[in-house]
């Protein structure tokens, strides 16, 4: 088995229309280097014709290595068996929808020749997104960054360089909720940063909807902070703090002869413990839902085929 250099990993979800520029660019690319490398794409149960241009392109390059999971099991568990499956000394992950730029990778393996174990794609601009994708991702990766344990690198994705050793770290983690981003701070080693700017989607659209990015989120902000548990802590003492200050009005106003109802201030101060308890109660719900799915220990992801597997 021939010893290889450079692993590059991506996960495709009905890709079709832009896998084939995909691997000619990265190909292209990597054939540079002059040094033995692999692609590794995992086909996340993608319902268009994503797995036969995976057939096509394994049987015209022995370098690319597919992956069929037996049906969609989120793109971080794609990425996972990604991980899992390369044997490169440097792997590198990233989108198959080419926002990622192949040559970017270039820049990260000069890094990595420095003696960096992980090497974070940082974006500089994102145009083609919304505004409001624009806005809700620099709100959530800056709290992010705040609440996490180590800090999630702001301004980054999947797009990732990973040593040998920090990915084999990487992949041993016992989790079933997978969050790479802030898991690829956690392992340490030597870490820095490449900046890019990102274009817009090659082809198609995107397969993140509002529901799996909420999902990817609250897995991210869950699997990687505490935070969340100290917030019934913290709202305790400003409900204390709050009837106190109730309290001293209704005391102050007496003296002063004005006499207000009490069901004036009853049912709002009501209304908010009521609404602070059972926000509460949801967090707990959620951390309570995710060691649920830890304890269970099912597989993260289930394969139903690969090709080339045996190069």
């Known amino acids: 088995m021939e010893k290889v250099k450079y692993s590059v990993v991506v996960a495709a979800y009905n890709e079709e229309e832009v896998l084939p520029a995909f691997f000619d660019r990265v190909t292209s690319i990597f054939d540079t280097l002059k040094e033995p490398y692999e692609i590794i794409a995992v086909n996340d149960g993608s319902r268009d014709r994503t797995e036969d241009i995976l057939r096509e392109r394994c049987l015209a390059d022995k370098r690319i290595k597919a992956v069929n999971l037996s049906r969609n099991f989120g ?3 794609a990425l996972l068996c ?9 792997v590198i992950v990233m989108d198959a929808d080419l926002q990622d730029p192949p040559e970017v990778a270039l820049m990260m393996i000069e890094k990595w020749k420095d003696g960096y174990d992980v090497v974070h794609a940082r974006r500089k601009s994102r145009p083609g997104e919304s505004f409001f994708k624009r806005s809700t991702a620099k709100m959530f990766y800056r709290f992010a960054h705040r609440i996490s344990n180590p800090k999630v690198p702001e301004n980054t ?5 990973y040593s040998r050793r920090a990915t084999d770290v990487l992949i041993a983690l016992p ?12 392992v340490g080693f030597k870490q820095t940063f490449v ?8 082809a198609g659209e995107t397969k993140y909807n509002l529901n799996k ?3 990817l989120a609250t897995d991210g902000l869950i699997s990687n902070s505490t935070y969340p548990l100290t917030l019934s802590f913290k709202f305790g003492i400003i409900a204390c703090f709050l009837s106190i200050a109730a309290f001293l009005t209704f005391i102050i106003l007496a003296i002063c002869g004005i006499a207000l109802p009490l069901a004036a ?7 908010l413990l009521f609404g602070v308890s059972w926000s509460l109660k949801g967090i707990s719900d959620v951390y309570t839902a995710h060691i649920y799915e830890e304890v269970k220990n099912r597989p993260v992801y289930v394969i139903k085929d690969k090709f080339n597997d045996q190069l």
């Open 75 to 77: 793109q971080q568990a």
């Open 82 to 90: 990604g991980l899992k499956e390369s044997r490169g000394d440097a």
């Open 157 to 161: 994705g999947d797009f990732k360089l």
């Open 175 to 186: 989790e079933t909720n997978r969050y790479l981003k802030a898991q690829s701070a956690w």
């Open 195 to 202: 900046d890019f700017d990102r274009p817009a989607r090659e």
């Open 213 to 215: 990015l909420v999902k």
């Open 265 to 271: 201030w009853l049912i709002p101060t009501a209304v």
